[in-house]
Nanobody, 122 residues
Framework: QVQLVESGGGLVQPGGSLRLSCAAS????????MGWYRQAPGKERELVAR???????NYADSAKGRFTISRDNAKNAVYLQMSSLKPEDTAVYYC????????????????WGQGTQVTVSS
C-alpha cells in the first residue's frame, strides 16, 4: 500500500524558515509529479509548488522567491524549503504525488499525505 508521510511543520515567527519533508513508501514502480498544497481555515486547498520527475518546477505566485521545492528520487521524497514566512502562510500543508504502484499495471494514481500544520505567528 502506497503512503505519503509528511514531517517538518510547526510554529515559526514571521520572517522565519521551515523545511517540510514528504516520503513515499510502499510498492512503487515510479513517481511522476510531486508537489505541495496548502489549505488555510475557511479556504480551498491551493497549489504551493510542484516538481516533475525531471525536476521542472512551478510555484504559486505567493511562493515565488520565498519557497523552494526539491526532490530526491532515490528516496522517493519531496521537500519544501520555506523562508521569509508570513502569517498568511499559516495553513495545513499537504504532500501530493502521482505514483504508479508496482502492481498497478502502469496506471498512475494521485496520492495525498495526511497534512502537516504550519503556523506563522509572533
Amino acid at each position: 500500500q502506497v503512503q505519503l508521510v509528511e514531517s517538518g511543520g510547526g510554529l515559526v515567527q514571521p520572517g522565519g524558515s521551515l523545511r517540510l519533508s514528504c516520503a513515499a513508501s510502499g510498492s512503487i514502480s515510479s513517481i511522476s509529479a510531486m508537489g505541495w498544497y496548502r489549505q488555510a481555515p475557511g479556504k480551498e486547498r491551493e497549489l504551493v509548488a510542484r516538481i516533475s520527475s525531471s525536476a521542472s518546477t512551478n510555484y504559486a505566485d505567493s511562493a515565488k522567491g520565498r519557497f523552494t521545492i526539491s526532490r530526491d528520487n532515490a528516496k522517493n521524497a519531496v521537500y519544501l524549503q520555506m523562508s521569509s514566512l508570513k502569517p498568511e502562510d499559516t495553513a495545513v500543508y499537504y504532500c501530493n504525488a502521482w505514483i504508479a504502484p508496482s502492481q498497478g499495471m502502469g496506471v498512475t494514481y494521485e496520492y495525498w499525505g495526511q497534512g502537516t500544520q504550519v503556523t506563522v505567528s509572533s
